[in-house]
């Protein structure tokens, strides 16, 4: 991109993206399933080289990251730090959603169990702490990478990057140099797949929109609603104060950072999917160092999902409205808790956080034809919600990133960035 383009507004990546969803939002709505197979595999070949570029990403990001955190104390209080973010920004979310449905109660009267015809997808795996610490280490490293299973690798690299950190100063100049200039390689290709994303968003939206259209959404409105004001508080609102209030980092600021892996989760549902983009932007946007955001990010993607979270303990709570039951005060701490288990364990991928609320709804005992038939119709509707609830899931984790890096005395985390785009 030449500088003069840069500086008009249309030579921006962001807008233009915003352009591309504007069009395939027209594109899909007059094409209706006729658009599909013409434009639908732009976009699905343009997640494919995201995806291609996943399992490298991730295995150079976190292996020189946690090489030059080093090991022992300085990785422990990375870690622990991580965490506690994690787990802060879900219950907060959560909380939101718990307090929404009560206030709102969108499912109480409403008349649709029995009606759904969609099929539900089959059980993902159960998500209980000792479930969640058996997937994270894996039996055979290659076949982790392979799947891809990305718990498992994550693991496998945090410990490998802390094995490098403790090898003598030869060896581990030599391994340190090897895995930076590989994560530069796949920051650079990164880059040139980034500047496809208006074509490739052009053709999920249309995709999205043309499958789907406009007219199952009304029966839903209030769910739907209640769900998109959940996320729209938490991401307004408590996730800047979270960066106001822990990092001291000017929200506006960040937001305008992460236009494009917000638009880019937006149109692919798949936080997943988003992270090279992700990584990109906290590091050469937000100004957060490789050390703290290859250790945050990759993490981040696959067990802090906030958006999810929140959408669980909602989703659940509306269903027991839809039926007429009313949950305790207790039962609600269950579902509270399980949601943030489910959360951890959902996928970051297209709509596994309604795959799995089976097994929050499971936690207060909620099964049988009638709870399938309102989980079908959430089905039905859900890829709106699932693209709000994964800008919320990166968007948090890109926060996490910062307020850690602040919180590790790195400057120049929160500096408005001058450049348009990125330098390919
Ligand atoms: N699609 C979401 C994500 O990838 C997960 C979900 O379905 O909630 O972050």
């Known amino acids: 991109m030449s500088a003069v383009a840069a500086q008009r507004w249309y030579g921006r990546l962001h807008w233009q993206v915003f352009i591309a969803m504007a069009l395939g939002i027209a594109a899909g709505a007059a094409g209706g399933a006729d658009i599909v197979p013409r434009v639908g595999w732009i976009g699905l070949l343009f997640v494919r080289l995201l995806k291609m570029v996943i399992v490298p990403l991730v295995l150079f990001s976190i292996i020189s990251g946690v090489a030059s955190v080093g090991g022992g104390r300085n990785l422990g209080r990375m870690f622990s730090k991580t965490l506690g973010y994690y787990i802060l920004s879900s219950l ?48 055979n490293v290659v076949h982790a990478a392979a799947k891809p299973d990305m718990l498992a690798l994550i693991f496998f690299c945090i410990l490998f990057g802390a094995a490098v950190a403790s090898l003598p100063e030869g060896p581990r100049e030599t391994l340190s140099r090897f895995f930076n200039a590989g994560f530069g390689a796949m920051m650079k290709m990164t880059g040139w797949i980034i500047r496809l994303a208006p074509i490739g968003v052009f053709g999920l939206i249309a995709r999205v ?21 959940g996320l729209a508080v938490h991401l307004f609102i408590t996730l800047p104060l979270l960066l106001i209030v822990l990092g001291r980092i ?50 981040g993607a696959t067990v802090n999902m906030d958006g999810t979270a929140l959408y669980e303990c909602a989703g659940v709570l509306f269903i027991a409205q839809v039926l007429g039951i ?19 364990g959902a996928a970051a991928v297209p709509s596994a956080g309604l795959v799995i609320i089976f097994l929050v709804l499971e936690s207060v005992n909620l099964r049988g034809p009638e709870v399938d038939a309102v989980v079908g119709i959430m089905l039905a509707i859900d890829r709106p919600l699932d693209m709000f609830r994964t800008s919320v899931n990166v968007f948090s984790d890109s926060c996490g990133a910062a307020i850690i890096a602040r919180s590790e ?12 785009g990125y330098d390919t």
Do not use: C, W
């Open 92 to 139: 907060l979310a959560i909380l939101v959603g718990l307090v929404l449905v009560n206030v709102i109660r969108p499912g109480a009267g409403a008349n649709i169990a029995g009606a759904g015809g969609a099929t539900i997808p089959e059980l993902a795996e159960p998500g209980t702490p000792a479930d969640l610490l058996m997937r994270m280490v894996p039996e």
């Open 209 to 229: 929109v043309g499958l789907t259209g406009f007219d199952s959404f009304r029966a839903m409105a209030l769910y739907m609603l209640t769900i998109a004001s």
């Open 250 to 299: 000017r929200p506006r600021i960040h937001f305008r950072n992460m236009l494009e892996p917000l638009t880019l989760a937006f149109s692919t549902s798949s936080s997943g999917a988003t992270l090279p983009v992700t990584l990109r932007a906290v590091e050469k946007k937000v100004g957060v160092s490789n050390r703290v955001s290859s250790f945050v990010l990759p993490m």
């Open 326 to 344: 009313d949950l305790s005060l207790g039962q609600q701490l269950v579902v509270v808790i399980t949601a943030l288990l489910a959360s951890i």
């Open 409 to 420: 005395g790195e400057e120049g985390v929160d500096k408005e960035q001058e450049k348009g």
